[in-house]
C-alpha cells in the first residue's frame, strides 16, 4: 500500500518561557500546549498494490482512508505535545 498525504493544515498554540541550562546559561523554552492537525480527505492518496485480493480491498479503501486519516493526525499531535 502506498499512501501520499500532498497537504495537511496544522495550528498550533505555543507556550514560552526559559530555562537554565546545566552550565547556568538562561535560555528561551517553546513548549506545545495544544496542536490540532487537519488532513482534508480529498488531499490523501490510497494504492493498493498485488493479487486478487487487493481488488476485494479495494471496497474498503474508503474505510481504511479514514482510518489512516484519523492514526497519522492523532500520531502527530501527541508527538507535538509531549
Known amino acids: 500500500m502506498d499512501v501520499k498525504i500532498s497537504g495537511i ?12 541550562l546545566s552550565n547556568g ?3 528561551p523554552a517553546v513548549r506545545v500546549l495544544h496542536s490540532n ?7 490523501v492518496s490510497i ?12 471496497l474498503f479503501k474508503d474505510l481504511v482512508q479514514n482510518l489512516v486519516i484519523g492514526r497519522v493526525s492523532n ?7 509531549k
Not at 486478487?52 to 480491498?57: R, T
Open 47 to 58: 494504492r493498493l498494490h498485488g493479487n486478487y485480493l487487493v481488488e476485494a480491498a479495494e
Open 25 to 27: 546559561n538562561i535560555v
Open 75 to 81: 500520531i502527530i499531535n501527541n508527538a507535538l505535545t
Open 37 to 43: 492537525v487537519n488532513i482534508p480527505r480529498n488531499s
Open 9 to 20: 493544515s496544522l495550528d498550533l498554540q505555543l507556550g514560552v518561557s526559559t530555562q537554565t
